[in-house]
Protein backbone atom coordinates (compact mmCIF):
# COMPACT_ATOMS: atom_id res chain seq x y z
CA UNK A 1 0.00 0.00 0.00
CA UNK A 2 1.36 3.80 -0.42
CA UNK A 3 2.84 5.04 2.34
CA UNK A 4 3.24 1.89 3.98
CA UNK A 5 6.89 1.00 4.63
CA UNK A 6 6.07 -2.29 6.46
CA UNK A 7 7.79 -5.07 5.04
CA UNK A 8 5.75 -7.71 3.08
CA UNK A 9 6.03 -11.36 2.30
CA UNK A 10 7.99 -11.41 -1.13
CA UNK A 11 7.56 -7.64 -1.45
CA UNK A 12 4.11 -7.94 -2.72
CA UNK A 13 1.57 -5.28 -2.90
CA UNK A 14 -0.91 -5.83 -0.48
CA UNK A 15 -4.26 -4.89 0.20
CA UNK A 16 -5.60 -3.87 3.10
CA UNK A 17 -8.76 -5.65 3.82
CA UNK A 18 -9.78 -8.66 3.74
CA UNK A 19 -10.84 -11.44 2.84
CA UNK A 20 -7.05 -13.18 2.27
CA UNK A 21 -6.30 -16.46 0.59
CA UNK A 22 -2.76 -16.51 2.16
CA UNK A 23 -1.70 -14.64 5.47
CA UNK A 24 1.53 -14.30 6.83
CA UNK A 25 1.81 -14.74 10.26
CA UNK A 26 5.33 -13.56 12.05
CA UNK A 27 5.21 -15.06 15.63
CA UNK A 28 9.02 -13.46 17.10
CA UNK A 29 8.05 -16.09 20.33
CA UNK A 30 11.43 -16.88 22.62
CA UNK A 31 11.64 -18.47 26.01
CA UNK A 32 12.63 -21.30 26.15
CA UNK A 33 16.06 -21.67 23.66
CA UNK A 34 18.65 -24.20 25.29
CA UNK A 35 22.18 -22.80 23.11
CA UNK A 36 22.08 -20.67 20.15
CA UNK A 37 19.26 -17.32 20.52
CA UNK A 38 18.10 -15.46 18.11
CA UNK A 39 14.67 -16.48 16.88
CA UNK A 40 12.52 -13.80 17.78
CA UNK A 41 14.32 -11.89 15.17
CA UNK A 42 13.76 -14.74 12.70
CA UNK A 43 10.03 -13.99 11.34
CA UNK A 44 11.42 -10.45 10.28
CA UNK A 45 13.96 -11.10 8.85
CA UNK A 46 12.59 -13.96 6.90
CA UNK A 47 10.23 -11.60 5.33
CA UNK A 48 12.67 -9.17 4.47
CA UNK A 49 14.58 -11.78 2.79
CA UNK A 50 11.34 -13.02 0.91
CA UNK A 51 11.74 -10.02 -1.59
CA UNK A 52 14.93 -11.31 -2.74
CA UNK A 53 13.00 -14.90 -4.12
CA UNK A 54 11.71 -15.30 -7.69
CA UNK A 55 8.06 -15.33 -7.71
CA UNK A 56 8.05 -17.78 -10.37
CA UNK A 57 7.09 -21.55 -9.41
CA UNK A 58 6.94 -24.94 -12.11
CA UNK A 59 4.20 -25.84 -10.55
CA UNK A 60 2.19 -22.06 -11.31
CA UNK A 61 1.67 -20.65 -15.03
CA UNK A 62 1.52 -17.21 -13.37
CA UNK A 63 4.06 -15.26 -11.16
CA UNK A 64 3.10 -15.34 -7.74
CA UNK A 65 0.86 -13.82 -6.10
CA UNK A 66 -1.05 -15.43 -9.43
CA UNK A 67 -4.23 -13.76 -8.48
CA UNK A 68 -4.50 -14.53 -5.07
CA UNK A 69 -4.55 -12.05 -2.48
CA UNK A 70 -2.13 -12.46 0.32
CA UNK A 71 -1.56 -10.54 3.80
CA UNK A 72 1.46 -9.75 5.94
CA UNK A 73 0.17 -9.83 9.83
CA UNK A 74 1.43 -7.55 11.93
CA UNK A 75 3.76 -9.87 14.31
CA UNK A 76 2.18 -11.26 17.45
CA UNK A 77 3.67 -9.61 20.85
CA UNK A 78 2.80 -9.97 24.35
CA UNK A 79 4.13 -8.57 27.68
CA UNK A 80 2.82 -11.35 29.56
CA UNK A 81 5.31 -12.22 32.02
CA UNK A 82 4.93 -16.28 32.25
CA UNK A 83 5.57 -18.77 29.50
CA UNK A 84 2.12 -20.28 30.20
CA UNK A 85 0.62 -16.49 29.31
CA UNK A 86 2.51 -16.49 26.60
CA UNK A 87 1.49 -19.30 24.59
CA UNK A 88 -1.76 -18.81 25.93
CA UNK A 89 -1.07 -15.30 23.83
CA UNK A 90 -0.13 -16.92 20.79
CA UNK A 91 -2.75 -19.41 20.40
CA UNK A 92 -5.56 -16.59 21.00
CA UNK A 93 -3.46 -14.52 18.35
CA UNK A 94 -3.75 -17.45 16.08
CA UNK A 95 -6.98 -17.90 16.31
CA UNK A 96 -8.58 -15.06 14.47
CA UNK A 97 -6.21 -16.01 11.24
CA UNK A 98 -6.71 -19.65 11.63
CA UNK A 99 -9.83 -20.00 9.74
CA UNK A 100 -10.96 -22.78 6.84
CA UNK A 101 -11.07 -19.70 3.62
CA UNK A 102 -7.34 -18.56 4.92
CA UNK A 103 -4.33 -20.37 4.59
CA UNK A 104 -2.01 -19.54 7.35
CA UNK A 105 1.82 -19.68 7.02
CA UNK A 106 2.99 -18.77 10.34
CA UNK A 107 6.71 -17.21 10.66
CA UNK A 108 8.56 -18.62 14.24
CA UNK A 109 10.12 -18.30 16.77
CA UNK A 110 11.43 -21.24 18.62
CA UNK A 111 9.33 -24.56 17.69
CA UNK A 112 7.61 -24.00 20.99
CA UNK A 113 5.31 -22.58 19.22
CA UNK A 114 4.09 -25.61 17.92
CA UNK A 115 1.48 -26.66 20.78
CA UNK A 116 -0.32 -23.16 21.02
CA UNK A 117 -0.79 -23.48 17.39
CA UNK A 118 -2.29 -27.05 18.00
CA UNK A 119 -4.50 -25.67 20.34
CA UNK A 120 -6.31 -22.68 17.96
CA UNK A 121 -6.66 -25.72 15.16
CA UNK A 122 -8.79 -27.20 17.47
CA UNK A 123 -11.35 -24.53 16.23
CA UNK A 124 -10.51 -25.14 12.66
CA UNK A 125 -13.85 -26.18 10.87
CA UNK A 126 -12.01 -29.44 9.36
CA UNK A 127 -10.91 -29.82 12.69
CA UNK A 128 -14.79 -28.80 15.03
CA UNK A 129 -13.33 -29.80 18.20
CA UNK A 130 -11.27 -33.32 17.39
CA UNK A 131 -7.99 -33.05 17.54
CA UNK A 132 -7.55 -36.44 16.67
CA UNK A 133 -8.37 -35.77 13.38
CA UNK A 134 -5.19 -34.36 12.73
CA UNK A 135 -2.19 -35.23 10.85
CA UNK A 136 1.12 -33.34 11.66
CA UNK A 137 4.13 -33.79 9.94
CA UNK A 138 7.61 -32.81 11.53
CA UNK A 139 10.38 -31.51 9.58
CA UNK A 140 13.36 -31.66 11.72
CA UNK A 141 16.72 -32.33 12.72
CA UNK A 142 15.30 -33.10 16.37
CA UNK A 143 12.06 -35.66 17.79
CA UNK A 144 11.15 -33.11 20.11
CA UNK A 145 9.64 -35.85 22.40
CA UNK A 146 10.81 -35.47 25.51
CA UNK A 147 8.77 -34.91 28.39
CA UNK A 148 10.78 -32.11 29.97
CA UNK A 149 13.84 -30.05 29.06
CA UNK A 150 15.84 -28.21 31.19
CA UNK A 151 13.03 -28.54 33.60
CA UNK A 152 10.28 -27.03 31.55
CA UNK A 153 7.64 -29.26 29.88
CA UNK A 154 6.99 -26.62 27.37
CA UNK A 155 9.94 -26.40 25.71
CA UNK A 156 11.19 -25.97 22.26
CA UNK A 157 12.13 -29.61 22.91
CA UNK A 158 9.25 -30.43 23.67
CA UNK A 159 6.83 -29.42 21.23
CA UNK A 160 6.10 -32.78 19.14
CA UNK A 161 5.06 -34.73 22.63
CA UNK A 162 2.62 -31.81 24.08
CA UNK A 163 1.09 -31.74 20.92
CA UNK A 164 0.76 -35.81 21.38
CA UNK A 165 -1.07 -34.84 25.03
CA UNK A 166 -2.91 -32.15 23.21
CA UNK A 167 -4.80 -35.42 21.58
CA UNK A 168 -3.65 -34.87 17.45
CA UNK A 169 -4.37 -38.54 15.30
CA UNK A 170 -0.68 -38.91 13.68
CA UNK A 171 2.88 -37.70 13.59
CA UNK A 172 4.85 -38.00 10.77
CA UNK A 173 8.99 -37.24 11.54
CA UNK A 174 10.86 -36.56 8.90
CA UNK A 175 14.83 -35.84 8.85
CA UNK A 176 15.10 -36.91 12.57
CA UNK A 177 18.72 -37.61 13.46
CA UNK A 178 19.52 -36.18 17.11
CA UNK A 179 17.50 -37.56 19.75
CA UNK A 180 17.29 -38.96 23.45
CA UNK A 181 16.74 -42.35 24.90
CA UNK A 182 13.35 -41.32 26.23
CA UNK A 183 12.37 -40.52 22.89
CA UNK A 184 13.52 -43.44 21.35
CA UNK A 185 11.22 -45.20 23.38
CA UNK A 186 8.43 -43.16 22.74
CA UNK A 187 8.74 -43.48 19.08
CA UNK A 188 8.81 -47.08 19.37
CA UNK A 189 5.85 -47.33 22.00
CA UNK A 190 3.17 -44.74 20.39
CA UNK A 191 1.43 -45.93 17.54
CA UNK A 192 0.92 -42.58 16.66
CA UNK A 193 4.37 -41.72 16.12
CA UNK A 194 6.12 -42.95 12.23
CA UNK A 195 9.99 -41.33 11.93
CA UNK A 196 11.45 -41.46 9.21
CA UNK A 197 15.68 -40.99 10.14
CA UNK A 198 17.98 -39.00 8.84
CA UNK A 199 20.25 -41.71 8.79
CA UNK A 200 17.52 -44.42 7.39
CA UNK A 201 16.78 -41.60 4.35
CA UNK A 202 20.09 -40.91 3.12
CA UNK A 203 21.84 -43.89 3.57
CA UNK A 204 24.35 -44.07 0.92
CA UNK A 205 23.52 -48.04 0.76
CA UNK A 206 19.57 -47.93 1.51
CA UNK A 207 18.34 -45.02 1.39
CA UNK A 208 16.62 -44.87 -1.60
CA UNK A 209 14.72 -47.78 -0.42
CA UNK A 210 13.91 -45.92 2.98
CA UNK A 211 13.37 -42.58 1.03
CA UNK A 212 10.00 -44.35 -1.27
CA UNK A 213 8.94 -45.95 1.83
CA UNK A 214 8.13 -42.37 3.02
CA UNK A 215 7.04 -41.22 -0.07
CA UNK A 216 4.76 -44.31 0.16
CA UNK A 217 3.55 -42.80 3.56
CA UNK A 218 2.78 -39.23 2.44
CA UNK A 219 0.59 -40.94 -0.64
CA UNK A 220 -1.70 -42.37 1.66
CA UNK A 221 -2.02 -39.12 3.81
CA UNK A 222 -5.66 -37.99 3.95
CA UNK A 223 -7.86 -35.44 6.08
CA UNK A 224 -6.47 -32.41 7.72
CA UNK A 225 -2.67 -31.66 8.16
CA UNK A 226 -0.81 -29.24 9.41
CA UNK A 227 3.15 -29.24 8.59
CA UNK A 228 5.83 -27.73 10.85
CA UNK A 229 9.01 -27.16 9.72
CA UNK A 230 12.01 -26.66 12.06
CA UNK A 231 14.86 -25.06 9.41
CA UNK A 232 16.97 -27.36 11.41
CA UNK A 233 15.33 -30.10 9.66
CA UNK A 234 17.27 -28.98 6.43
CA UNK A 235 21.06 -29.79 6.58
CA UNK A 236 22.96 -27.78 8.82
CA UNK A 237 25.57 -26.30 5.59
CA UNK A 238 22.07 -24.21 4.80
CA UNK A 239 20.85 -22.85 7.92
CA UNK A 240 23.61 -22.34 9.32
CA UNK A 241 22.71 -19.96 12.17
CA UNK A 242 19.79 -21.95 13.45
CA UNK A 243 20.00 -22.03 16.96
CA UNK A 244 20.80 -25.88 16.51
CA UNK A 245 22.38 -26.85 13.00
CA UNK A 246 23.05 -30.74 12.99
CA UNK A 247 24.67 -32.22 9.76
CA UNK A 248 23.51 -34.94 7.71
CA UNK A 249 20.21 -33.44 6.66
CA UNK A 250 17.73 -32.44 4.00
CA UNK A 251 18.61 -30.79 0.99
CA UNK A 252 16.98 -28.07 -0.57
CA UNK A 253 15.38 -30.03 -3.02
CA UNK A 254 14.80 -32.78 -0.69
CA UNK A 255 12.63 -30.15 1.43
CA UNK A 256 10.83 -29.45 -2.19
CA UNK A 257 10.15 -32.80 -3.42
CA UNK A 258 8.00 -33.69 0.37
CA UNK A 259 6.39 -30.69 0.29
CA UNK A 260 5.21 -31.06 -3.49
CA UNK A 261 4.31 -35.16 -2.54
CA UNK A 262 2.19 -33.83 0.47
CA UNK A 263 0.15 -31.76 -1.45
CA UNK A 264 0.23 -33.75 -4.13
CA UNK A 265 -1.68 -36.19 -1.88
CA UNK A 266 -5.40 -36.92 -1.01
CA UNK A 267 -4.46 -34.32 2.30
CA UNK A 268 -5.99 -31.60 3.24
CA UNK A 269 -3.02 -29.58 4.24
CA UNK A 270 -4.66 -26.46 6.37
CA UNK A 271 -1.48 -24.73 7.05
CA UNK A 272 2.31 -24.70 8.01
CA UNK A 273 4.29 -23.16 10.42
CA UNK A 274 8.50 -22.59 9.91
CA UNK A 275 10.29 -22.03 13.28
CA UNK A 276 13.60 -21.71 14.66
CA UNK A 277 14.59 -19.06 12.13
CA UNK A 278 17.58 -17.18 13.50
CA UNK A 279 18.85 -14.64 11.62
CA UNK A 280 23.04 -14.53 10.21
CA UNK A 281 25.16 -12.02 8.69
CA UNK A 282 25.26 -13.80 5.36
CA UNK A 283 21.42 -14.27 5.17
CA UNK A 284 21.54 -17.67 3.79
CA UNK A 285 19.71 -19.21 7.21
CA UNK A 286 16.88 -16.63 6.68
CA UNK A 287 16.76 -16.82 2.80
CA UNK A 288 16.31 -20.51 3.00
CA UNK A 289 13.61 -20.20 5.69
CA UNK A 290 12.03 -17.57 2.87
CA UNK A 291 12.50 -20.36 0.11
CA UNK A 292 10.55 -23.05 2.27
CA UNK A 293 7.90 -20.74 2.92
CA UNK A 294 7.52 -19.40 -0.80
CA UNK A 295 7.35 -23.04 -1.75
CA UNK A 296 4.94 -24.20 0.39
CA UNK A 297 2.79 -21.37 -0.78
CA UNK A 298 3.31 -22.25 -4.49
CA UNK A 299 1.75 -25.98 -3.92
CA UNK A 300 -1.05 -24.31 -1.44
CA UNK A 301 -1.76 -21.79 -4.47
CA UNK A 302 -1.47 -24.44 -7.05
CA UNK A 303 -4.49 -27.22 -5.31
CA UNK A 304 -6.68 -24.13 -4.88
CA UNK A 305 -6.15 -22.96 -8.76
CA UNK A 306 -6.51 -27.15 -10.01
CA UNK A 307 -9.40 -26.69 -7.75
CA UNK A 308 -11.28 -23.94 -9.23
CA UNK A 309 -9.85 -25.71 -12.92
CA UNK A 310 -7.72 -23.07 -13.79
Known amino acids: MEGDTTPTFLGLDEESEGPWDVVFIPIPFEMTTSWGEGTEHGPMAT ?3 SSQ ?6 LLKDELP ?3 RFHTAKPWSSKAGTLNEQLESISEFLKSW ?3 DTFPVILGGEHGILPPIVNALTDHSCISGDLSKLTIIQIDAHADLRDSLNGEKFSHGTAARRSL ?7 IQIGIRALSLEESKLIEMDDRIDTFYARDLFNP ?3 KMEWDNLIKEIKKLSGPVWITFDVDGLDGSLVP ?5 VPGGLTHWGAVEIIERIFSSEANVIGADINEIVPGSDRLTQFNAALIATKITSCHIANLLDKKGE
Not at 165 to 171: V, Y
Open 66 to 68: CGM
Open 165 to 171: DAGIGNL
Open 241 to 245: DTGTP
Open 47 to 49: IEA
Open 53 to 58: VELYDP
Open 205 to 207: ING
Open 98 to 100: IVS
